[in-house]
């Protein structure tokens, strides 16, 4: 094994036996398999393995199984192998082991020595451990939560409060109003500490002078609020939102507390007045969670015959509602007056929005038929759209003939089919296939003037 490749390999999920694939060859009973990969370098079956081992009190053999890969001093077998460790109650060991890497600098080994100390006691080590790492974003995130176990709040809002000062202008126009932080969610750590303390006004005031409120699209001054039950100012930062993301959490709160009338007309409201393409997905999420998915088609069917509504995303959430409340046909009546409206074109983004919607309505043959007309047809996506629907009707060995006229770009859909039909070998075979790793662009000092840049 070379740990490059191997890292290569995971982190793309390359020339491997994926994680979800793992699982799918051990609930079908093929452990054999797993095991024997186990021991040519498929590090998802050996890591797989050696937690089946430990759970059958076989540690010692779980730990042969890992030792080639912990032998290559490759981080992921390393934490691999700690985090069995801490499992069976040998959390000293696991704390030996990831030391050294912590020790050397490797951010990810820090982190996670800072939580494994935390997490047996010796919180206070960890936060030494972890302190000098500050400007990293990743490793003060970790800094703070395992301050709380620590005692130490004070200690790390000190530290957070001395990066605040230190911000500064992004770069030296005068027009830029952008601002430099390390780390770059300061604010938002130091307000965790505040909230933790019992300052809740601070922590707000400090959410309110962020310059980016939302991360995953979940805004935490909106979170504050909503965990203090302050209603009132939530609703009012709800309306003074531009992104959606603050009424969508009153919208929930609301939920909650079983006034989905109120959630809905929370959203609708936004929506009037900012703009219903940033809350028209959690409106027909809200919709259908409470048996109201006709109303919840009719609101995202108003939006989809808007000027501006007939993108791809908005039809696919129209055409899966459609098939979800056995409409199919309406959909596909929806599709067909889209297609009209651009001339008789429809790109295979649109297209394959049909497929379930004809499968549903017994036409699969004609929607085979069609697929494969369509200029997009011989495509590797649209072997992969088309073998799900033969796939969802029974017709496996069909959809893996289709699949295999693209085995690189559809190797995981193409070995999950094999695995269905028995042939694990065949399976085992497509994944292990090498290509060609892509090159790594150089850059020469210019920039392309070409689309889509």
């Given at each position: 094994?070379?740990?490059?490749?191997?890292?290569?390999?995971?982190?793309?999920?390359?020339?491997?036996?994926?994680?979800?694939?793992?699982?799918?060859?051990?609930?079908?009973?093929?452990?054999?398999?797993?095991?024997?990969?186990?021991?040519?370098?498929?590090?998802?079956?050996?890591?797989?393995?050696?937690?089946?081992?430990?759970?059958?009190?076989?540690?010692?053999?779980?730990?042969?199984?890992?030792?080639?890969?912990?032998?290559?001093?490759?981080?992921?077998?390393?934490?691999?192998?700690?985090?069995?460790?801490?499992?069976?109650?040998?959390?000293?060991?696991?704390?030996?082991?990831?030391?050294?890497?912590?020790?050397?600098?490797?951010?990810?080994?820090?982190?996670?020595?800072?939580?494994?100390?935390?997490?047996?006691?010796?919180?206070?080590?960890?936060?030494?451990?972890?302190?000098?790492?500050?400007?990293?974003?990743?490793?003060?995130?970790?800094?703070?939560?395992?301050?709380?176990?620590?005692?130490?709040?004070?200690?790390?809002?000190?530290?957070?409060?001395?990066?605040?000062?230190?911000?500064?202008?992004?770069?030296?126009?005068?027009?830029?109003?952008?601002?430099?932080?390390?780390?770059?969610?300061?604010?938002?750590?130091?307000?965790?500490?505040?909230?933790?303390?019992?300052?809740?006004?601070?922590?707000?005031?400090?959410?309110?002078?962020?310059?980016?409120?939302?991360?995953?699209?979940?805004?935490?001054?909106?979170?504050?609020?909503?965990?203090?039950?302050?209603?009132?100012?939530?609703?009012?930062?709800?309306?003074?939102?531009?992104?959606?993301?603050?009424?969508?959490?009153?919208?929930?709160?609301?939920?909650?507390?079983?006034?989905?009338?109120?959630?809905?007309?929370?959203?609708?409201?936004?929506?009037?007045?900012?703009?219903?393409?940033?809350?028209?997905?959690?409106?027909?999420?809200?919709?259908?969670?409470?048996?109201?998915?006709?109303?919840?088609?009719?609101?995202?069917?108003?939006?989809?015959?808007?000027?501006?509504?007939a993108e791809d995303w908005i039809v696919d959430m129209l055409c899966t509602l459609y098939a979800d409340h056995d409409r199919p046909r309406e959909g596909l009546a929806f599709l067909d007056a889209l297609k009209a409206r651009n001339?008789?074109?429809?790109?295979?983004?649109?297209?394959?929005?049909?497929?379930?919607?004809?499968?549903?309505?017994?036409?699969?043959?004609?929607?085979?038929?069609?697929?494969?007309?369509?200029?997009?047809?011989?495509?590797?996506?649209?072997?992969?759209?088309?073998?799900?629907?033969?796939?969802?009707?029974?017709?496996?060995?069909?959809?893996?003939?289709?699949?295999?006229?693209?085995?690189?770009?559809?190797?995981?859909?193409?070995?999950?089919?094999?695995?269905?039909?028995?042939?694990?070998?065949?399976?085992?075979?497509?994944?292990?296939?090498?290509?060609?790793?892509?090159?790594?662009?150089?850059?020469?000092?210019?920039?392309?003037?070409?689309?889509?840049?």
């Amino acid at each position: 094994m070379d740990a490059d490749d191997l890292d290569y390999r995971t982190r793309t999920l390359t020339g491997c036996i994926p994680p979800t694939l793992v699982a799918k060859l051990l609930e079908r009973g093929h452990e054999q398999e797993v095991e024997f990969q186990a021991g040519r370098a498929e590090w998802f079956c050996a890591q797989e393995w050696a937690r089946l081992l430990g759970q059958r009190d076989c540690q010692e053999q779980a730990l042969e199984v890992l030792a080639p890969y912990v032998a290559l001093k490759w981080w992921p077998a390393v934490q691999g192998q700690a985090e069995l460790l801490e499992d069976w109650g040998r959390a000293e060991e696991a704390i030996a082991l990831a030391r050294p890497y912590a020790e050397a600098g490797d951010r990810l080994a820090l982190e996670f020595l800072g939580r494994l100390l935390a997490r047996h006691g010796r919180s206070g080590e960890a936060f030494a451990l972890l302190r000098t790492g500050v400007r990293d974003w990743f490793l003060a995130r970790c800094l703070v939560d395992v301050a709380e176990a620590a005692g130490l709040d004070d200690e790390a809002a000190a530290l957070l409060e001395v990066r605040l000062d230190a911000t500064e202008p992004a770069c030296d126009d005068p027009d830029c109003g952008n601002l430099r932080r390390e780390p770059f969610n300061v604010i938002d750590l130091l307000a965790t500490i505040r909230e933790r303390q019992g300052r809740t006004d601070e922590a707000i005031a400090l959410l309110r002078t962020r310059e980016t409120t939302s991360v995953n699209n979940r805004d935490e001054l909106a979170e504050l609020l909503a965990r203090h039950d302050r209603i009132t100012e939530l609703r009012a930062y709800a309306a003074s939102d531009d992104h959606g993301h603050g009424v969508q959490r009153l919208a929930e709160v609301l939920e909650e507390r079983g006034d989905v009338d109120g959630a809905v007309a929370a959203l609708r409201a936004f929506g009037a007045a900012k703009g219903m393409w940033q809350v028209i997905a959690p409106l027909s999420d809200l919709l259908s969670r409470n048996g109201r998915g006709d109303e919840a088609i009719t609101v995202v069917r108003a939006f989809a015959d808007g000027p501006n509504g007939a993108e791809d995303w908005i039809v696919d959430m129209l055409c899966t509602l459609y098939a979800d409340h056995d409409r199919p046909r309406e959909g596909l009546a929806f599709l067909d007056a889209l297609k009209a409206r651009n001339g008789g074109r429809e790109d295979w983004d649109f297209f394959r929005m049909r497929l379930p919607l004809m499968a549903e309505c017994g036409l699969l043959d004609e929607a085979v038929e069609q697929a494969r007309a369509h200029p997009e047809g011989d495509s590797p996506y649209a072997d992969w759209a088309l073998s799900e629907v033969l796939s969802d009707a029974g017709r496996t060995e069909e959809a893996v003939a289709l699949l295999e006229r693209h085995p690189r770009e559809n190797s995981h859909r193409l070995a999950d089919r094999l695995i269905d039909l028995g042939r694990i070998e065949d399976a085992v075979r497509v994944l292990q296939r090498t290509w060609p790793k892509p090159p790594v662009p150089v850059f020469d000092g210019s920039y392309s003037t070409e689309p889509p840049f």
